[in-house]
């Protein structure tokens, strides 16, 4: 059974635009969030992460927002660029334990 | 720095035959995983090593084993492979014990069973 989930296969956005890529987790225990970013015929690249004390954190124009009640979390990328077409998968931890559990990934396509 | 190195890169078996995917990360870590990455089901973990000495079973263990050789190296065995186990096979580590920390994925290791 799918404990992180991303609904979205795909996503295109124009240059310059905003790419917003969500997140959904169905366990209540997770409580560290990940997003990683794939190049074709390349490894998992971290991107940025967020604790569950937070609801935001923000890396140049990367920003993931986290909303615990909705058990759901998104990442913007603002503005978008060409190189950050990719796929980008996101991660979760539970408190206890050292599993990290992926979504089934975004393929974010950036057209010039 | 390498980082997370895998071996080999591409391979093609045979139903029934045996193969051990090689791990070895230079960053100290104390964890290393094995993922495997599926069209359409994203990265899901085979099995884990919290600690050298130590492995556990992930959420598609079935087919495979580990070792945990030392804090080095985590080797992935399929001793009779299928064509289901045709995917790609990622290596990660860890610093661990740590409440954040990310994980270090290898380049993968793209199998084909036939």
Partial sequence: DQQVKQNSPSLSVQEGRISILNCDYTNSMFDY???YKKYPAEG?????????IKDKNED???TVFLNKSAKHLSLHIVPSQPGDSAVYFCAA??????Q???????SLTVIP | NAGVTQTPKFQVLKTGQSMTLQCAQDMNHNSMYWYRQDPGMGLRLIYYSASEGTTDKGEVPNG???SRLNK????????SAAPSQTSVYFCASREYPTNTGELFFGEGSRLTVL
């Fill in chain 1, 93 to 98: 931890r539970p408190a206890t334990g050292n």
């Fill in chain 2, 64 to 66: 495979y084993n580990v």
């Fill in chain 1, 100 to 106: 990290f559990y992926f979504g089934t990934g975004t």
């Fill in chain 1, 44 to 52: 998992p690249t971290f991107l940025i992460s967020i604790s569950s």
């Fill in chain 2, 72 to 79: 080095r190296e985590f080797s992935l065995r399929l001793e």
């Fill in chain 1, 33 to 35: 969030f990940l997003w």
């Fill in chain 1, 60 to 62: 140049g124009r990367f």
